[in-house]
């Protein structure tokens, strides 16, 4: 039964949903003084030991938390876990710690990750200095797991469906939206907040809050008892340094930010540095997505990207943006075969210098198949104003364009 499962998902393995993103340093002050106000009514008593339960990795715990630890079924889910986090480990983050290492990325205090649904991994190892992940996708908050208000039959048998949501980067590198969007329906932890929480405790991070907040129509983030938003503070090894996740679950469409009230002046107010975009399912293409797209290019110093992110016509263009590429293109997997960029695949042929990467970023699989894109903002950058109507970007569907 579960190897049918699996051949299953590995049959539709290029089905992927849209995933579901600006400057003053008053957003990242409203952003850590905000995160510091915790809220001990939703933080789970003994977070951490929620963590490692959820994780299913080895620490200290609790007295409330041992009878699930000792339950089969709950060793049968901590190995299953250990061994395949074990294969990804030494597979893909050893090989992102050794790029990190290796190339002169930036260190900002803010990176925005739109189009990032759960996913800490590949900003927690690329950007392991940063204070705050600010991140958004389609996928519901849902609940902040708390496992001992519950009977531990129960709990334990929620933890194999976030493993199913979880399973496909742990063995890809990228969530599928759709089959994750089905793992949690209505069904174990309800929402992302457990996924953020297996992340961060198979990381070694040390969990001391996580609340729901929101933003209102001025765009101000405070706490809420509605589930738009999660915070979650938090340290990782041998950082000295309080970290804050905040994810939001929004529609980053130009009609979505549109319709829901603060979206705009929430988005204007943050100050991120950097912006990270990985298998954003070439969102940032349509005409549809101008005005994240132009938020992105306007308020980022720099952009870590792969060619789903930002289109390569709007970063190639050397009086702006100073662009390093790694690894190969290749053409798009089938899903997505007409956003094919030949002047990327110009650029690509002409570079005089290879830059290897050996770690997968993005839809395609295979070994040396991968690329990557870093682009730096130079100081002729020309600045334009940030208007929510689309009208400063020129976004495409591809047809009669070279990207045929």
Known sequence: ???????????????????????????????SAQSLQINETETPAGINDVVT??????????NEIKPFLESAAYQRYKKTVRSTWANF????????????ASEKLATPKTLFYPFSGPDVTHPLTLFKETENFIMFGLEPVGEIPDPVKGKVANEVAKLPVLYNAVADVLHRNFF?????????KNKGYAGITGILLFFLGNLDATVTSVKYVDFGADGKFSDSTNRRCVQVQFKVPEINQTKFIRYCSLD?????????????????NIDFQVTMLKAASYLTYRPSFDTIRTLILQKSDAILTDSSGMPYRFIKDTTQWNTTLYGNYIRPVPLFRERYQRDMATAYKNLKEKKPMNFYYGYHLAKGQAHLLYSVKEKTFTPIEIIFDGSNSKGENTAGSEYK
């Open 252 to 268: 980053l469409s130009d009609a979505g930010i549109a319709a829901t009230p603060g979206a705009k002046e929430m988005l204007l």
């Open 89 to 100: 480990e030494k597979r893909h983050i050893s090989a992102m710690a050794d790029f990190k």
């Open 1 to 31: 039964m579960q190897r049918n499962l699996y051949l299953f998902k590995t049959i539709f393995l290029i089905v992927l949903a849209l995933q579901c993103t600006p400057s003053s340093k008053k957003g990242v002050e409203q952003i």
């Open 176 to 184: 599928k939206t759709n089959d994750m969007r089905v793992d949690i």
């Open 53 to 62: 339960f959820l994780s299913g990795r080895n620490s200290e715990t609790g």
